[in-house]
């Protein structure tokens, strides 16, 4: 373990500082950063190689010199101390305290890397989580262990979709703990407070830990904060046998300062500028999501980031795609109509969805009425463009009913406030009512059993409506 203070930097560049000389730095050790006027910074070393260590800072680098700044490395990697008393705070992007409380002090202390899950230690996800959200609930459903991102674009509501998830969500079995780790990455100020007041005020933050990485803060902590949500949410989940949702935003900041990393340190570029690297970077984040063979605790995963230009395409969301099982998509031209939230079903896949519904789930007929909304809805949107051309009048009696079925969907099924949180019957009662004008010879997608016991309810509980 090293301890000599070194003082020969050979070079700064942007948030990086290289040091000759070094023999034993090992790759991800802290450093301790001192400059003459006292002033202490922390950084960790991202390279070492023939007495060369580089290192990037947490924090600016103005005020740093070749010759006025010396440099401890200290012999451990990135570390955490987690404890029960986390739950119900809120900490900056480092780990530090942002509430005024006090410092977490325990024995118990956590290599922030941390490592995907081995995957013959893998249980195969299979639990459903209740968001309260019609749109996942209903057709992108959310599985215990699964990582679902969302994919959003600049102005879009994803704030406001991740704090009514981060409100609502639980699991149906209430003798089983859950609670909620929310890592903020490169937000403002106002999006911070807006955060901690919707969880205050709604009493989820006493089963909640919250770590806020502002955009005012230098840009080298956002590469710890999502580090640092997920090793206290796998304390809670293997240690204190909670099942913990995890939620990650925005992503596109994290992966931007992964960017001018890979600028400072002068490597060849990747595509359209990020390090070829940036693929497994982000696996080692995701991967970490699951459940463990043995253990009762889950990780569920919810990372959330804005497409640059709504461009599905882009490294980002595309990378992501790729490691994650599925993704929510927020469409613009829903959010122009005033549906709230703007998701846009049709584009959005839960591929573990079938694990988690069903009998004993959530309800026998959930996959066969998901299955006959999708393809109604998707007909009454080709019905919809078919009218903008020929008009309303001209279309048949069939595709009038296919339109007033996608235009109430996005009404009544998506569009939900901000404080309404449905349960699994509501959800799947609305998906019923909104099938019920339509003749059951094109009801194709839904057992004729399962037609005969639910529609039923569906008409009855509108003609109580009615009178």
């Known amino acids: 373990m090293s301890k000599i203070a070194y003082k020969n930097l050979s070079k700064i560049a942007g948030p990086l500082i290289f040091i000759e000389g070094v023999k034993d730095a090992a ?9 003459t006027n006292g002033e202490r910074r922390k950084g960790q070393v991202l390279d070492t190689r023939e007495g060369l260590a580089v290192v990037q800072v947490f924090g600016q680098t103005y005020g740093l010199g070749t010759d006025n700044t010396s440099t401890k490395f200290v012999g451990e990697t990135a570390m955490i101390s987690v404890s029960d008393e986390m739950l119900g705070r809120t900490f900056d992007g480092l780990g530090n305290p942002r509430d005024n409380g006090p410092k977490i002090i325990s024995k ?18 299979s639990e459903f989580i209740q968001t309260g959200m019609s749109n996942i609930d209903g057709m992108n459903t959310l599985v215990r262990g699964q990582k679902l991102p969302i994919f959003s674009g600049a102005g879009l509501p994803h704030n406001l979709l991740a704090s009514q998830i981060a409100r609502q969500a639980k699991v149906l079995a209430s003798s089983e703990s859950f609670s909620v780790v929310f890592g903020a990455i490169g937000i403002t100020s106002e999006e911070a407070n807006f955060f901690v007041k919707q969880f205050e005020e709604s009493g989820a933050l006493g089963r909640s830990v919250l770590f806020l990485n502002l955009s005012s803060d230098p840009s080298m902590e956002r590469i710890l904060t999502p580090r640092l949500a997920l090793t206290t949410a796998e304390f809670l989940a293997y240690e204190r046998e909670m099942h913990v949702l995890v939620i990650l935003t925005d992503m596109t900041n994290y992966c931007e300062a992964l960017r001018e990393i890979s600028a400072a340190r002068e490597e060849v570029p990747g595509r359209r500028g990020y ?3 940036m693929y497994t970077d982000l696996a080692s984040i995701y991967e970490r999501a699951g459940k463990i063979k043995g253990r009762k605790g889950s990780v569920t995963q919810i990372p959330i980031l804005a497409m640059p230009a709504d461009d599905i395409t882009h490294p980002i969301p595309d990378l992501t795609g790729y490691i994650t099982e599925g993704q929510i998509v927020m469409s613009r031209e829903l959010h122009r109509l005033n549906i709230q939230p703007p998701v846009d079903v049709l584009t959005s896949l839960s591929r573990l969805m079938n694990q988690g519904i069903g009998s004993g789930r959530t309800r026998e007929d959930h ?79 839904i057992k004729p059993e399962f037609i005969a016991k639910y529609r039923k309810k569906s008409l009855e509980v509108e003609s109580d409506n009615e009178e």
């Open 367 to 445: 996959r066969n009425l998901a299955d006959q909304l999708y393809a109604a809805y998707a007909q009454g949107k080709d019905a919809r463009a078919l009218a903008a051309i020929v008009g309303e009048e001209a279309l048949s009696e069939i595709d009038r009913k296919f339109l007033s079925i996608a235009n109430n969907f996005e009404r009544k099924f998506v569009n939900q406030g901000v404080d309404e949180n449905r349960s699994i019957e509501q959800t799947l009662g609305i998906g019923w009512e909104l099938l019920s004008d339509l003749p059951e010879s094109e009801m194709k997608r």
């Open 275 to 277: 390090p070829g690297y």
């Open 108 to 125: 118990e202390r956590y290599d922030l890397v941390g490592s995907g899950i081995n995957p013959y230690s893998r249980e195969e996800p």
């Open 27 to 35: 790759y991800g050790e802290m450093v301790e950063i001192k400059l």
